[in-house]
């Protein structure tokens, strides 16, 4: 079984530009979520989709972030426009509908750089 | 959420238990607590979970005292691949589970 896979796993772009970056959670995972880890500091939380649904969004940065689900199966996490401090590592989890386990799977994650 | 306290580093030798303790003195009483391992460019790699007393997989064990205010993760006979961070998380099971990742335990395991 494939395991929670992102993409790209590493992008580089110029302040000002757009990027998307892909998350494909395992099969059958309702929950899906977004994590970044910022140069230097700790993983956070951005949100958390049920399905389609954004069941908890609170720890996006600003609104130059929208994540979306469309269909429920994967996800999309746009950055726009890109700024310096958006620099980092942004993972992706799943985890099933009966969560009932605490275990996330994690993806390897997409680095990104803006210069 | 309840924050957590856990060494910054920790040295071992293959072969040798490493244990790594966990504070986590504001915990409630609907918290669990959750390790997960992170090997370098990699995501974070979920180990064990408990609510009270211990819990054993195939890969550690979880030790937790009866006020919960700290937690042990043992691993038995580690080897050079355990050498990653590692990292102690409480909190809420529910539809809404957002993890707190802290700075985390950096384990070396030396030959």
């Known amino acids: 079984e494939a395991g929670v896979t992102q993409f790209p796993s590493h992008s580089v772009i110029e302040k000002g530009q757009t990027v998307t970056l892909r998350c494909d959670p395992i099969s059958g995972h309702d929950n899906l979520y977004w994590y970044r880890r910022v140069m230097g500091k700790e993983i956070k939380f951005l949100l958390h989709f049920v399905k389609e649904s954004k069941q908890d969004e609170s720890g996006m940065p600003n609104n130059r972030f929208l994540a979306e689900r469309t269909g429920g199966t994967y996800s999309t996490l746009k950055v726009q426009p890109a700024e310096l401090e958006d620099s980092g590592v942004y993972f992706c989890?799943?985890?099933?509908?009966?969560?009932?386990?605490?275990?996330?799977?994690f993806g390897e994650g997409s680095r990104l750089t803006v210069l | 959420l309840a924050k957590t306290t856990q060494p910054i580093s920790m040295d071992s030798y293959e072969g040798q238990e490493v244990n790594i303790t966990c504070s986590h003195n504001?915990?409630?009483?609907?918290?669990?607590i959750t390790w997960y391992q992170q090997f370098p460019s990699q995501g974070p790699r979920f180990i064990i979970q408990?609510?009270?007393t211990k819990v054993t997989n195939e890969v550690a064990s979880l030790f937790i005292p009866a006020d919960r205010k700290s937690s042990t993760l043992s691993l038995p006979r580690v080897s050079l691949s355990d050498t990653a961070v590692y990292y102690c998380l409480v909190g809420w099971m529910d539809s809404s589970y957002k993890l707190i990742f802290g700075s985390g335990t950096r384990l070396l395991v030396r030959p």
């Open positions: 408990g609510y009270k």
């Open positions: 989890a799943s985890s099933p509908r009966d969560f009932n386990t605490g275990e996330l799977f």
């Open positions: 504001n915990i409630a009483t609907n918290d669990y």
